[in-house]
Nanobody, 120 residues
Framework: QVLLSESGGGSVQAGGSLRLSCVVSGVPVSNKCMGWFRQAPGQDRERVADINRLGTTTYADSVKGRYSISRDNAKNTLYLQMNSLKPEDTATYYC??????????????WGQGTQVTVSS
């Protein structure tokens, strides 16, 4: 059974930073494509960043240059460093594991989410 548990969300003023963590059990984070998604009320879920088995990362245009995804294989944990936060970054953030190491694969295992609120 794959379990993902996010933490690190909170409230911050615009321009601030947060680091989200996602502790994973049941699968090595190094073997899968791992991703961070977000969803704001009334909006579609958006993939903000992912990292594949080779360590290749991709980012949504809306966060490029501000967010950084990384992983600690020893801790089996995924991270999302978020800098220069904007009010439009406000959302519930989810980590997820894809079905294989390719980030084109479907994401089938999800965490419960952590809320990020950015005030102006």
């Amino acid at each position: 059974q794959v379990l993902l548990s996010e933490s690190g969300g909170g409230s911050v003023q615009a321009g601030g930073s947060l680091r989200l963590s996602c502790v994973v059990s049941g699968v090595p984070v190094s073997n899968k494509c791992m991703g961070w998604f977000r969803q704001a009320p009334g909006q579609d879920r958006e993939r903000v960043a992912d990292i594949n088995r080779l360590g290749t990362t991709t980012y949504a245009d809306s966060v490029k240059g501000r967010y950084s995804i990384s992983r600690d294989n020893a801790k089996n944990t995924l991270y999302l460093q978020m800098n220069s936060l904007k009010p439009e970054d406000t959302a519930t953030y989810y980590c997820a594991a894809a079905s294989n190491w390719l980030c084109s694969a479907s994401f089938r295992d999800w965490g419960q989410g952590t809320q990020v609120t950015v005030s102006s």
